[in-house]
């Protein structure tokens, strides 16, 4: 025997509710299947779950904008950075650059790898110790380093940065609206529940075939069990 199961998505749930009160109305003596009281808290409540959802929605299309925006911005800090430590340690190779030089940018004068810039905190933290180095070291009077110099890392170190302040808001703002509009969820599944057990016993004594068509022109949604799936199937094949 087929079973009804509320909405599992927030857009199911404003249709599942949208739908009843579209029957309501159109009913010849409406409050006789839904009550009155029932309409109105529906009517009361959908606004507001509807917009919530709509602003998470749009949140949530902002955020996904903004991270591509985010990762192509970390992949050229990266870069960058990653360029000019390998051309930093080129230089102390050469001779060009005294190895403890190198202290001055947070590095080991012994340890030519590239440091880990994976993650957004350590391109913002290798960003800046880089940047601070290269100013102290030709304050000192060393030579500046070219193809990157200094000024072009640190436009795109800068860059990245802000792009990850941007993030950190749409995320932010995201999750607020997501958090509102869970807090509605159990209210709206009982306006819906309501809706529904109410529908159901006013059409209670109508044969089954007819009562499951005239509860789901409310919204009620039903479905076939996975051995009444099977067995419905083979009932088409059969015909």
């Known amino acids: 025997m087929p079973y009804r199961r509320l909405p599992n998505t927030d857009q199911s749930r404003i249709r599942a509710i949208n739908t009843a009160l579209e029957q309501y109305r159109s009913e010849n003596i409406p409050g006789q299947v839904v009550n ?15 917009n919530a959802h709509h602003e998470y929605l749009h949140s949530l299309e902002k955020q996904k904008g903004a991270s591509k925006k985010y990762y192509m911005q970390m992949r050229m800090a990266r870069l960058y950075l990653s360029h000019f430590i390998q051309v930093l340690n080129f230089g102390v190779i050469r001779n060009e650059i005294k190895k403890e030089a190198k202290k001055l940018y947070g590095l080991d004068p012994d340890n030519y790898t590239v440091p880990d810039l994976s ?121």
């Open 119 to 239: 993650t957004e905190g350590s391109i913002l933290s290798w960003g800046e110790q880089i940047i601070n180095g290269e100013k102290q070291r030709i304050s000192s009077g060393g030579s500046p380093i070219y193809n990157p110099a200094i000024a072009k890392v640190s436009v795109h170190y800068e860059i990245y940065r802000d792009t990850c302040i941007s993030q950190k808001i749409f995320q932010k703002n995201t999750n607020r609206y997501l958090e509102q509009i869970t807090a509605m969820r159990k209210e709206c599944d009982a306006i819906i529940l309501d809706i529904w057990n109410q529908v159901e016993e006013y059409f209670k004594n109508v044969p089954e075939e007819k009562r499951r068509e005239l509860c789901e022109q409310y919204g009620v949604r039903y479905y076939l069990r996975k051995n009444e799936k099977e067995a419905s199937e083979e009932d088409e094949s059969d015909d």
């Open 36 to 50: 009155l009281r029932t309409k109105n808290d529906a009517e009361a409540f959908l606004p507001g779950f509807e």
